[in-house]
């Protein structure tokens, strides 16, 4: 069964200062693919960054980047330059088969001035 | 604003009653997922559809079911409400890639379900 772990229910960063948050997931699939969401106060979910288990170079998008690591089935988020509108839980997803996607519990990242 | 929209925002109703929720995927998308959201569960995947067909089921009870419209807006009924169907639902599309692979799934704004 896919599984997907994020072992820090709550971080919190400086503002401008740099967080890491970590996801791990359990998987016999050689192909798949791997989001984080963003869900703010408002609730609404937010694609934050994708990456394809087949490439080799981590993504990144802006002040984002994971740190893919396929044979540790691991999948880290990287936010550099912390701003305050960062705040928010911070979902690791997975799926494989474009139909469910199985999300982590989720890390809620406070941001302090 | 992810161009998928769902209604209505919040809903309360009592036990026992059935209530439906509407979503509109983003242009062109194809498929539509439902999740649910609760504090217990996390994020739960329901069902998907693709061009009116259901394509995939997870963790849904049978007291819901879902369909796709041919103006592929979906619907998500749930009926015989118990205090524990409260949550957050959402409603996310995606466009099917020509190429395989897969596209991102996009989520609309949810509909906040209180059943009292």
């Known amino acids: 069964a896919q599984t997907v772990t994020q072992s820090q229910p709550e971080m919190s960063v400086q503002e401008a200062e740099t967080v890491t948050l970590s996801c791990t997931y359990d998987t016999s699939e050689s192909d798949y693919y791997l989001f984080w969401y963003k869900q703010p106060p408002s609730r609404q979910m937010i694609l934050v960054i994708r990456?394809?288990?087949?490439?080799?170079q981590n993504a990144t998008e802006n002040r984002f980047s994971v740190n893919f690591q396929k044979a540790a089935k691991s999948f880290s988020l990287k936010i550099s330059d912390s701003q305050l509108g960062d705040a928010a839980m911070y979902f690791c997803?997975?799926?494989?088969?474009?139909?469910?996607?199985?999300f982590g519990a989720g890390t809620r990242l406070t941001v302090k001035p | 604003d992810s161009g998928v929209t769902q209604t209505p925002k919040h809903l309360i109703t009592a036990t026992g009653q059935r209530v439906t929720l509407r979503c509109s995927p983003r242009?062109?998308?194809?498929?539509v997922y439902w999740y649910q959201q609760s504090l217990d569960q996390g994020l739960q995947f329901l069902i998907q559809?693709?061009?009116?067909?259901?394509?995939a089921k997870g963790n849904i009870l049978e007291r819901f079911s879902a369909q796709q419209f041919p103006d592929l807006h979906s619907e998500l009924n749930l009926s015989s409400l118990e205090l524990g169907d409260s949550a957050l639902y959402f409603c996310?599309?995606?466009?099917?890639?020509?190429?395989?692979?897969?596209?991102?799934?996009?989520f609309g704004p949810g509909t906040r379900l209180t059943v009292l």
């Open positions: 242009s062109g998308d194809l498929s």
């Open positions: 996310a599309s995606s466009v099917e890639p020509l190429a395989g692979g897969i596209d991102t799934q996009y």
């Open positions: 990456q394809e288990a087949y490439k080799q």
């Open positions: 559809y693709y061009n009116g067909e259901e394509r």
């Open positions: 997803a997975y799926t494989y088969n474009n139909n469910d996607m199985r």
